[in-house]
Structures are given as C-alpha cells and as structure tokens.
C-alpha cells in the first residue's frame, strides 16, 4: 500500500512516479527483495537495491509460524486447544505484551542464531509461492545486489564467541559443532562435506587468526550465496532490466575486532548514508573516500539504472551477467583491479550442487528449545567431533542436532 501511495501521489512532492526506488539492508534488504518479487508491486517499483538480504536468504522465510505462535499466544494467556480462537486471542492482545512474550537471548543459544529468525511466511497472498518461484515478476525491475565481506561475523561470534577473543582458542570440535548445527537437514554427510572444504586452507596454516576467519562459512549461509543466487534469478528471468553485483570490503572501525576483521554485518550503512561526512572527526579521510563512493553509486542507479551515469564514481561498474559473474569490490582502493568475476565461485557451486543434491535427512527443521523448553529429540551432543573419513559416524546418515 504504500508503494501504490507513492507511486499515486510522489508527483505532487516533485518526484517521478516512474521512477520509483526501493532500497535496504539486512532484514531490509529482504523485504525489498520480496517486494520485487510479489505480484501486488507489479509496474510500481523501477528498480532495487538489497544490500546483505535477499528473498533466498534462510532465514528471510518463517517456515515454522504455527509454533511461534503457540509460545507467544502461551505467554500472553491466550488458549491453545484451537488455532482460530488462539488468533482471534492474540490479535485483541496488546501489542507491547505480544512484542515483550518472545525472548530471544543473544548468548546460550542451543542453536545457532539463524534458527531463530524468520520474518514473513507464504501466504498464498502477498507471496503466493516460493520466492525462488516469482521471479518472473521483477523482470523489468533494475536490480542491484551484494554482501559486506564478513557479514556472518555479527552471527558467527553469537554462535561461537572465541571468535573475539584472543585468550581463547577454537577447536576443531567447536568448528565441527557450528557446522553440524548450520546443515541439520543434510545430516552427517552434509556435516562432513561442509566441514571439509571449509577447513581445506587448516592443513597449510592452523594458526587460531586462521581458523577464526571461517566466519566465512556464515558469510556464506546466510548472505553471500542466497545473493548470488537471487543475482542470477534476476539475470535469467530478465530481458531488459539490469543487474549488478558487489562487495563491500572495507575494514570494520571497531576498536574491539581482531586484526584480520573486513566489513561487518551494517558496516556499509554509515557510509551509505554520509556518517564520515557529519561527524568528521570520529573517520579518517579514506572513510569519506568509501562514503563518497558509495553515495555516488548509489544514487546514480536510483537515478538512471546505471551506478556509473551521474555523479563521479570511483571505478567503472560492469552490469551482472550469467557469463561474466561479474561484481565490484568496494573500498578504499578502488582500481582496474576492483572488477571481479565468479565471486567464491567454488563456494557457490559446493552449494548449488553436490550438498544441494544430498538427501534431506530431515524434511522440516525441529524447531529450536526456548527458555522453558527441553531440547528436542536428536539434539546433537556438545562432544561431536568432525567424523573421520573411515568413522561410523562420517558413513550413518543421522540428523545431527536441531
């Protein structure tokens, strides 16, 4: 509705009611993602920028509504015994009394965080399919898409806190654990497969700095591969609409990160949005530099659908193609050298492909334990280790953990 609002009335403000951009990050990025994608925006939006979220993103699509809505209608006194006179309950609740029923403590999770998020459902209305299913409706909308370098690191320290600290080490046991809870549905096998290749690069450095940069494997889950996926969605149901592809790179300010740190979950957003230029003394020239960019890109494809057409930028941005894979790399040192193709291309492909192909050892994740509940059954024990090639554990398809 308030899209169509605009798209009715941006005219009187002076604005161009065909030329409507949407743009967001995060779970923000999602949602302008899904808007894209559902019918009902259909002619209204001229072009999008998602920036760490896109519709693909596993933890964008609630798929376990019912449950939730139990715990919380619980919490708010509402009757369980039937679903209709549990929602009539709950929709003449107060709001602050809904919003303050779910509790979602951010240490001593049983799982890991992506478990415990999930936004919107399908509805049958808004989103009348899966999203993987509609792309077909933004076909005419210029798209513009891409993650921060670490934007796991924000889950990856929830999940495993060592990651921050320098006094204390991450075992391959730990690493082992965060990836059996990550694959579930893929049981051991997937287990195994994704701790394999996420650990390849341990045999020649096994330095803790080392280890503690597999953030990359919830970069991966949760951002980086849904966008790339979601680029080449748009790219294949596209005929003249254009797509482009990023990755923002730019080291996080943060006093308290590690050394070896890139660009954290939001990072972008200060810079997206001028920060180093308001309050100059707290950023360094290079900061304005990125700012500057990032602003200049930005607007011009809102503008014209193409980042480079308008105001100066900094290097020249090939659209996205299938064949190319093409993205610019945001940062500081923006060069020839900024446009790259197939980002972590083997990544990808170990995705899409043969842990993609692996058999669903469990066809709807358990949901997780809340704070007053047991952990449900099959939880996967916090001595597992990485099975070895030969173990019984690395040949018995199980479900480990949630």
């Given at each position: 509705m308030a899209i169509a609002w605009v798209k009715a009335n941006i005219a009187a403000f002076g604005g161009d009611p065909d030329n409507i951009t949407i743009f967001g990050e995060s779970a923000g990025g999602a949602s302008v993602s899904l808007q894209t994608l559902s019918p009902y925006n259909k002619g209204l939006i001229r072009r999008a920028i998602s920036q760490s979220g896109v519709a693909l993103s596993p933890w964008d699509i609630q798929k376990n509504p019912l449950f939730w809505a139990k715990k919380i209608a619980e919490k708010v006194g509402c009757p369980l015994d039937y679903t209709a006179t549990m929602?009539?309950?709950?929709?003449?609740?107060?709001?602050?009394?809904?919003?303050?029923?779910?509790?979602?403590?951010?240490?001593?999770?049983?799982?890991?965080?992506?478990?415990?998020?999930?936004?919107?459902?399908?509805?049958?209305?808004?989103?009348?399919?899966d999203p993987i299913i509609l792309y077909g409706n933004a076909a005419d909308i210029d798209y513009l898409a891409g993650t921060n370098d670490m934007d796991g690191h924000l889950?990856?320290?929830?999940?495993?806190?060592?990651?921050?600290?320098?006094?204390?080490?991450?075992?391959?046991?730990?690493?082992y654990?965060?990836?059996?809870?990550?694959?579930?549905?893929?049981?051991?096998?997937?287990?195994?497969?994704?701790?394999?290749?996420?650990?390849?690069?341990?045999?020649?450095?096994?330095?803790?700095?080392?280890?503690?940069?597999?953030?990359?494997l919830e970069t991966d889950i949760l951002f980086l591969i849904p966008t790339e996926?979601?680029?080449?969605?748009?790219?294949?149901?596209?005929?003249?609409?254009?797509?482009?592809?990023?990755?923002?790179?730019?080291?996080?300010?943060?006093?308290?990160y590690p050394s070896w740190m890139g660009a954290d979950h939001a990072d972008d957003l200060q810079y997206i949005f001028g920060k180093p230029f308001a309050t100059p003394t707290g950023y360094r020239p290079q900061d304005r530099?990125?700012?500057?960019?990032?602003?200049?890109?930005?607007?011009?494809?809102?503008?014209?659908?193409?980042?480079?057409?308008?105001?100066?930028?900094?290097?020249?941005?090939?659209?996205?193609?299938?064949?190319?894979?093409?993205?610019?790399?945001?940062?500081?040192?923006?060069?020839q050298d900024s446009t790259k193709?197939?980002?972590?291309?083997?990544?990808?492909?170990?995705?899409?492909?043969?842990?993609?192909?692996?058999?669903?050892?469990l066809e709807d994740v358990p949901v997780p334990p809340t704070d007053d509940a047991e952990p449900s059954p099959g939880a996967r024990d916090d001595s597992s280790t990485p099975p070895a090639d030969d173990s019984v554990a690395a040949q018995m398809p199980m479900a480990i953990g949630f």
């Amino acid at each position: 509705m308030a899209i169509a609002w605009v798209k009715a009335n941006i005219a009187a403000f002076g604005g161009d009611p065909d030329n409507i951009t949407i743009f967001g990050e995060s779970a923000g990025g999602a949602s302008v993602s899904l808007q894209t994608l559902s019918p009902y925006n259909k002619g209204l939006i001229r072009r999008a920028i998602s920036q760490s979220g896109v519709a693909l993103s596993p933890w964008d699509i609630q798929k376990n509504p019912l449950f939730w809505a139990k715990k919380i209608a619980e919490k708010v006194g509402c009757p369980l015994d039937y679903t209709a006179t549990m929602a009539q309950c709950v929709k003449i609740t107060d709001p602050h009394s809904l919003t303050l029923a779910y509790n979602f403590p951010l240490a001593g999770l049983a799982y890991p965080m992506v478990h415990y998020l999930g936004f919107i459902v399908v509805d049958g209305d808004f989103l009348p399919e899966d999203p993987i299913i509609l792309y077909g409706n933004a076909a005419d909308i210029d798209y513009l898409a891409g993650t921060n370098d670490m934007d796991g690191h924000l889950f990856a320290t929830v999940d495993m806190p060592a990651i921050d600290k320098s006094y204390k080490d991450i075992s391959d046991q730990d690493f082992y654990k965060l990836v059996s809870g990550m694959t579930v549905t893929k049981g051991s096998e997937g287990a195994q497969a994704t701790y394999s290749i996420y650990t390849e690069s341990w045999a020649q450095d096994s330095s803790q700095q080392n280890k503690k940069k597999t953030v990359d494997l919830e970069t991966d889950i949760l951002f980086l591969i849904p966008t790339e996926m979601a680029l080449a969605q748009h790219r294949a149901n596209s005929s003249t609409a254009k797509t482009y592809a990023y990755l923002f790179s730019h080291p996080s300010r943060m006093p308290i990160y590690p050394s070896w740190m890139g660009a954290d979950h939001a990072d972008d957003l200060q810079y997206i949005f001028g920060k180093p230029f308001a309050t100059p003394t707290g950023y360094r020239p290079q900061d304005r530099t990125v700012s500057k960019t990032l602003i200049a890109y930005w607007t011009n494809f809102a503008r014209t659908g193409d980042p480079n057409t308008g105001f100066g930028s900094a290097r020249h941005w090939e659209p996205y193609t299938l064949e190319n894979g093409s993205y610019l790399e945001i940062n500081k040192k923006m060069s020839q050298d900024s446009t790259k193709s197939h980002l972590r291309n083997s990544f990808l492909q170990f995705w899409a492909g043969p842990t993609k192909a692996l058999p669903v050892v469990l066809e709807d994740v358990p949901v997780p334990p809340t704070d007053d509940a047991e952990p449900s059954p099959g939880a996967r024990d916090d001595s597992s280790t990485p099975p070895a090639d030969d173990s019984v554990a690395a040949q018995m398809p199980m479900a480990i953990g949630f």
